[in-house]
């Protein structure tokens, strides 16, 4: 499977940005996705992920009540609808693809496959 990850840009604080991350092939339903950011001088972190069977989610405590990831299998993608968005998420985000457990879903490591990253900017 690839990854194509879109739908970055430039927003004000408070402002809103969907991200969307679209796989190649269908063996995509067989894996948990999750959504990761890397800001400039930073390791890469946590936003959220979404398992294959039953949709159960998660998420970052910075993430809670302002992030939605949601996975459309008909459309082979994954949504990373952010609002209330701050200058501190201003961040490259990257979705990935991966058969983990429960325990290890926060660790980057354990994802095999990556979409190519997309910007969000937000301004104060």
């Known amino acids: 499977v690839q990854l194509q990850a879109s739908g970055g840009g430039a927003v004000q604080t408070g402002g809103s940005l969907r991200l969307s991350c679209a796989a190649t092939?269908?063996?995509?339903?067989?894996?948990?996705m999750a959504w990761f950011r890397q800001a400039p001088g930073m390791e890469r972190e946590f936003v959220a992920a979404?398992?294959?069977?039953?949709?159960?989610?998660h998420y970052a405590d910075y993430a809670k009540g302002r992030v939605t990831i949601l996975r459309d299998g008909a459309k082979k993608t994954v949504y990373l609808q952010m609002n209330s968005l701050r200058p501190e998420d201003t961040s490259v985000y990257y979705c990935?693809?991966?058969?983990?457990?429960?325990?290890?879903?926060?660790?980057?490591?354990?994802?095999?496959?990556w979409g190519q990253g997309t910007l969000v900017t937000v301004s104060s």
């Open positions: 092939t269908d063996t995509f339903r067989a894996y948990t």
């Open positions: 979404i398992r294959a069977s039953g949709g159960t989610t």
């Open positions: 990935a693809a991966g058969n983990v457990i429960t325990s290890t879903l926060r660790d980057s490591s354990k994802y095999h496959t």
